[in-house]
């Protein structure tokens, strides 16, 4: 995915939160994002489709129309989009141990999985799940 030193995949919220600048990190969360070696933060495929479908079904509230806001959310050089591989399709269907069944949150493990990442998320599914990396602090 580049020539850059990848190190944290942001779960759906956590994406829409920074770019909101929402103050819903906790502190060590907050700084890590800060953080300019830690970039660029990764985001799965999988999480503009999962920003578009909360939003249209009034699960979420963005500040601007969803067109725009996925453009320009994506378009931030401190973001990069891990695109949904063979491989990640794959392992998200193949998980290790027992995984709830939402197929957007099994690609995003498996795309932490895959590549190595730690995955930022407030999600206890995750964060209580031993076969992935996970960090909200």
Sequence with gaps: MGGFTLKYLLDTHAWIWLFEGSSEFPP???QLLKDSGNAPLVISAISPWEVAKKSSIGKIRLSMP???WVVSSTA???I???PLTPEISVESNSLPGK???DPADQ???ATARIFDLT???CDK???SYPYVRSFWN
Excluded: Q
């Design 28 to 30: 060590k969360t907050e």
């Design 66 to 68: 969803l067109r725009e």
């Design 76 to 78: 931030n050089p401190g």
């Design 80 to 82: 990069r989009i891990c």
């Design 99 to 101: 995984f709830h069944n």
């Design 107 to 109: 690609i995003i493990v």
């Design 119 to 121: 995955l930022i998320t």
């Design 125 to 127: 599914n995750i964060l």
